[in-house]
């Protein structure tokens, strides 16, 4: 079984200019997970989808950051404009759904450096 | 609300063992752990769902003990291959049903 793809490994920006990144959850998982990993802390969940539609965006920094699943599959998180606090790793995961053994997997990450 | 865990690091020496502790404020429906190389992406290790459970994998082994909100993770006869950070992960309910806060994590470095 595929595992959780994400897009682009590594990317270098200057304040103010705008990123994305991609992710491809493992097919058939119904919930779709975005975090921020800030070197030596524990991931931060950004936003959560079931299926297609956000169940929670609490922490999301909805002025400058914005999620999307289109058709319930991929999403794409974007930054615009970026500040350097957004230096982080970007972590996306994928789990079945659910409330029983809900296990997320995750993907390998995007590495953000604003300078 | 996100859990602490204890000690943010350990050293050890093949084959020593070693405990790590996770422990919230919150009442919780789980608690994940997760194991992340540098550089890499964050690794299921094992879920624990009941009070008192205790669950194990090969040498690492972990408990629940939902009454204290407290998790511990026991690696015995450490390996080289066991170094890494060690995330838990509490689930309690939120609105979206329920929602995994991690802690900041604990080293462990592992030498021969």
């Known amino acids: 079984e595929a595992g959780v793809a994400q897009s682009p490994r590594y990317k270098i920006i200057e304040k103010r200019q705008s990123v994305a990144f991609w992710c491809n959850p493992i097919s058939g998982h119904a919930t779709l997970y975005w975090y921020q990993q800030i070197l030596g802390q524990g991931p931060k969940l950004l936003i959560q989808f079931q299926n297609n539609g956000v169940v929670d965006d609490s922490q999301l920094p909805k002025d400058r950051f914005s999620a999307e699943r289109l058709k319930g599959v991929d999403s794409t998180l974007k930054i615009q404009p970026a500040k350097l606090e957004d230096s982080a790793v970007y972590l996306c995961?994928?789990?079945?759904?659910?409330?029983?053994?809900?296990?997320?997997?995750f993907g390998a990450g995007t590495r953000l450096s604003v300078l | 609300q996100q859990p602490v865990q204890s000690p943010q690091a350990v050293i050890l020496r093949e084959g020593e063992d070693a405990v790590i502790n996770c422990s919230s404020s919150k009442a919780l429906y789980s608690v994940h752990w997760y194991r992340q190389k540098h550089g890499e992406a964050p690794v299921f290790l094992m879920i624990l769902l009941k009070g008192g459970e205790q669950k194990g994998h090969e040498k690492i082994s972990a408990s629940f003990n939902e009454k204290k909100q407290q998790s511990s993770l026991y690696l015995t006869a450490s390996q080289l291959s066991y170094s890494g950070t060690y995330f838990c992960g509490t689930e309690t309910f939120n609105q979206a049903g329920t929602a995994l806060i991690f802690g900041k994590g604990t080293t462990l470095s592992v030498s021969s």
């Open positions: 995961a994928s789990s079945r759904g659910g409330t029983a053994k809900n296990i997320q997997y």
